[in-house]
């Protein structure tokens, strides 16, 4: 295996870090109540996540990287024609990174082929720092053909790919997160990142809701598209997928054909369409 020094030495130890951090600030301030047992989901989504991780350090960053090379090489993409100077360079590739991500989440949900995939994640019955790690391998494989085609139309170098990278999945850890923030920091952190509130109503069993807050690290691609959606408060949303509600349905094995099994449609298993009903004193993030 090829040494990615930036993310082996660097990138694994900070995640570790900040993973443990929100685990344990999770558990001390939780957000939305837990309905399942903690360590279960910990266990499941960590054992589900190993052949994702596997493939994120042998092809995902690998491919990319050596596209990203290639491209500087040759000159090719955005940012090797034109010459910006190093730091806005730098803001630049997160800008434009992150919107191709916004459009790359959007399109796991809109394309039934990627969403088939993705839904694994979706179908997590609670919502925490685990559920960031848990991603069918098959969505990453997708993930390698996405992030080397942003890679050469946007001219991103190598290290800033890393570097990226580990921003990228930083953020994904702190919005998944259980995480109860302090309302008015969280509001001043919801004017620029995506934060635990507003990635929460993302992955409510409404289909317009989580059809919604698409965005990974910067908050203003939903502003952009009128997908933000801050009006809804954490106890009133229910965590998951409408046709995927039994614990029993949802267990190694069956996550791991899920993607290869027919697909139900936006129901819940009583046949109706879930709607936001439940009235709530909760703070809002708007
Ligand atoms: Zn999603």
Known sequence: MQRIPLMDYVGRPVLACIFLALLWLQWRFPLRRQHF?????????????????AIVRLAMLPIPIAVAVWAH????????????????????????????????????????????????????????????????????????????????????????????????EAATLFHHSNWCLPIKLERILNLVLVTPRMHGIHHSIVQR??????????????????????????????????????????????LFALPFRQQRPWRLPNGEEPERTVRSADELLE
């Open 209 to 254: 809701e989580t059809n919604s807050n698409w965005g990974t690290i910067f908050c203003w691609w939903d502003k952009l598209h009128r997908t933000l959606r801050r009006d809804i408060p954490q106890d009133a949303v229910t965590i998951g997928v409408a046709a995927y509600r039994e614990e029993h349905e949802l267990t190694l094995g069956k």
């Open 37 to 53: 047992s903690v360590l279960h989901r910990l266990v499941r989504n960590f054992v589900l996540s190993i052949p994702g991780f």
């Open 73 to 168: 090489e040759r000159r090719v993409g955005l940012l090797n024609w034109l010459a910006f100077p190093g730091w806005a360079a730098v803001i630049l590739t997160f800008l434009m990174m992150d919107y191709a991500y916004w459009w790359w989440h959007w399109a796991n949900h809109m394309i039934p082929i990627f969403w088939r995939f993705h839904n694994v994640h979706h179908t997590d019955l609670d919502l925490d720092v685990s559920t960031a790690a848990r991603f069918h391998f098959g969505e990453m494989i997708f993930s390698i053909a996405f992030l080397s085609l942003a890679v050469i139309l946007f001219g991103i170098g190598p290290i800033m790919l890393v570097a990226f990278f580990i921003t990228f």
